[in-house]
């Protein structure tokens, strides 16, 4: 069976291509339909979000060549796309 943390990796990748799809849906759609793709889209990333938070981020901290930067610069990115 796959360690915790390939599972991990594992689902977060799938959530990235569901993010992308409910993008396309948020402009793609109008009324009703958009209004939930996008309620659908905040939920997905806030619980994204999270995931990588509690563990991809302490994980990145400890074992990546410069993990606290890369962290950082990946938070910071984060935010600017918050604001944006």
């Known amino acids: ?3 915790d943390d390939e599972d991990v990796v594992a689902l977060l990748m ?12 948020v402009e793609h759609s ?4 958009r209004r939930d793709a ?9 619980v994204h979000e999270t995931a990588e938070e509690e563990v991809v981020h302490p994980f990145a901290r400890r074992s990546l060549p ?7 610069d ?9 604001e944006a």
């Open 1 to 3: 069976p796959p360690a």
């Open 14 to 25: 799938r959530q990235h291509g569901e993010i992308r799809n409910l993008f396309d849906e």
């Open 30 to 33: 109008s009324g009703d339909a």
């Open 66 to 72: 410069g993990g606290e930067q890369v962290v950082e």
């Open 74 to 82: 990946r938070l910071q990115e984060e935010k600017a796309a918050k």
């Open 38 to 46: 996008f309620r659908r889209l905040v939920r997905l990333l806030a």
